[in-house]
């Protein structure tokens, strides 16, 4: 339930208002707009008797929230939520690339490559440093080290840095450095993670696990979200389907589904939706067609030696052609390439 005061309401109207949800039982969640505040109710499953609430001073409107997804909905906020990491935006109108390496393997890899995709227009680095990989025997990442080189590569290219958190050891590891924390497809659904990243605060980029539906995403985003982080984008990678075209099934129809029921920004990672460098580009443009507010490309100096995801890195001379498309598709749409400070 949403709960929508007067323009003029007062801050005494509005906290007899919070005061009275949690009477009944609920907790409430304000969101102050430019022109009147709004305020959410959060915990009730069915719907709740509006009635009293409707008679307090300062309420215009009680609006019954259909979807089970609240504040991430759009019925919650209808303008376009523009999430700020290390000063690069991410949504409102402009397209945010980021790339790097699947992992982290050294200090050369990974400064020369924040190096080099800064100088062809991206605006933040990705790189992972503690890896979810499905074999145990598979290279699992150079961890609390790993995190310590993608900041001195964020100095030396200026480019705020996303690395994914598995567990509680590398959220503590990663929040104080890491400009987003990036939840994999593999801990959607890790909703104790999920609630962890919200407490922290930081930017969070939530991928689509790999055999959810939108809506549980979208769930899924209420869970950090409901912490009382807004700081959240979601990043559609493919998903599993019979389709052995590619190494996953790009939801290009997410996106402007994503768009039309929420107010968070969308990105695509193409790398792991499609699993082949050659084939990363068109589906990159369709993505960014599609309505995207952001892009998350793999990218290595010598992709033939990666310790992982090698086959789906682009090398540098391959990423300088994509971003010169990439930046054409998105001016045909009307979006210039967003960069960093
Ligand atoms: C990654 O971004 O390197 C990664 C592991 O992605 P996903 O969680 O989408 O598989
Ligand atoms: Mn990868």
């Known amino acids: 339930m949403l709960i929508v005061m007067k323009n003029n309401a007062s801050p005494e109207q509005i906290s007899a208002v919070e005061e009275e949800v949690r009477k009944l039982g609920f907790t409430p969640y304000a969101i102050p707009g430019s022109q009147r505040t ?47 990491v290390g000063g690069v935006k991410i949504g409102g109108g402009t397209l945010t690339v980021m790339a790097g390496p699947c992992a982290v393997e050294s200090r050369e890899q990974i400064v020369s490559t924040a190096k080099f995709i800064a100088s062809v227009g991206a605006a933040m680095l990705r ?128 996106i402007p589904y994503i768009k039309a029921e929420s107010h968070l920004p969308v990105v695509v990672d193409p790398s792991h939706a499609m699993g082949v460098r050659d084939k990363i580009a068109p589906v990159a443009l369709a993505a960014v067609a599609s309505g995207a507010d952001g892009l998350m490309i793999e990218v290595h100096p010598n992709p033939r030696a990666a310790l992982s995801d090698g086959p789906q890195s682009l090398d540098f001379e391959c990423f300088a052609q994509t971003m010169k498309q990439i930046a054409a598709v998105a001016a045909a749409v009307g979006k210039t390439i967003a960069s960093a400070k």
């Not at 809506?215 to 052995?244: H, W």
Request: glycine content about 10%; charged content about 25%.
């Open 127 to 254: 790189g992972g440093a503690f890896k979810p990989r499905t074999s145990p025997y598979a290279f699992q990442g150079l961890c609390a080290e790993g995190v310590q080189l993608l900041a001195e590569a964020r100095a030396a290219s200026g480019l705020p840095f996303v690395t994914e958190v598995i567990d509680e050891k590398s959220l503590e590891v990663c929040a104080e450095d890491a400009d987003m924390l990036q939840i994999g497809a593999r801990n959607m659904q890790n909703f104790s993670l999920l609630k962890m990243v919200g407490q922290s605060g930081k930017p969070v980029l939530l991928k689509r696990g790999m055999s959810a539906t939108v809506k549980d995403l979208l769930m899924s985003a209420e869970y950090i979200m409901s912490e009382g982080n807004e700081k959240i984008v979601l990043c559609e990678r493919g998903i599993r389907t019979f389709s052995d075209a590619s190494r996953n099934t790009l939801d290009l129809c997410a």
């Open 38 to 84: 709004a305020i959410g109710v959060l915990g009730n499953e069915k719907q709740v008797d509006s009635i009293t609430i409707e008679g307090l001073p300062g309420v215009i409107n009680v609006i019954h929230v259909s979807r089970p997804y609240k504040l991430v909905g759009r019925e919650f906020r209808q303008t376009c939520t523009t999430v700020e």
